[in-house]
């Protein structure tokens, strides 16, 4: 694992990141596995075993998937009392006669890594700047407009453009001639698995 990945990651006790392989439907025309596979890291020294985790995980479908890391670490704490919240309800549901709630008891796991990816989750509040079709002047230009309003933790090329993940800020009154697509709690583009 690239040593500013491990650099940006800032592990504890309840601090952990989520990895995905997501199969994008534009890059697959038929999908013959599932679309999206997480792992949570607890710390820098996993990052590289869930990476080769995932992709071999990935190796066994005819599909293209690429890796994302969680732009904000999450919070392992709110996600176990926010799925404790959900298992109540569907407690209560089960008991109440329904059935539909069955198969997520069976797939305890799959619904705190769901919970865990949830804006409430979230341990920190970095932004990600998606710019697509962006050139590398594009990004250097609009990172040079962030550096004036807050600190620049990272900047990842993607197929298409680049990511720069910020310290959050008001950004309302940011002005640019790039293009760019402001997310909140987004992904960051790693790399192609399975290459």
Known sequence: MESTLREYCEFGPERVYLLLALARSKENDVLDGPSAIRTVVQDADELEPAVAELDHAVSRFDATYRLYLTANARNTQQA???????????????????????????????????????????????????????????????????????????????????????????????????EYELKTDGLVFVSYLDD
């Not at 305890?108 to 949830?118: A, G, I, M, N």
């Open 80 to 178: 176990l009392f926010a799925l404790r919240r959900s298992m109540d309800d569907w407690l209560e549901a089960r008991l109440n006669g329904s059935t539909d709630v069955l198969r997520k008891f069976g797939r305890v796991d799959s619904e705190f890594k769901s919970t865990l990816q949830s804006d409430g989750c979230r341990d920190e509040a970095n932004f990600v700047f998606d710019l697509d079709d962006a050139t590398v002047a594009d990004a250097d230009a609009l990172a040079a407009t962030l550096r004036d309003r807050t600190t620049v933790h990272l900047r990842r090329e993607t197929p298409n453009g680049f990511h720069l993940v910020t310290a959050p800020f008001d950004y309302t009154r940011l002005s640019t001639d790039v």
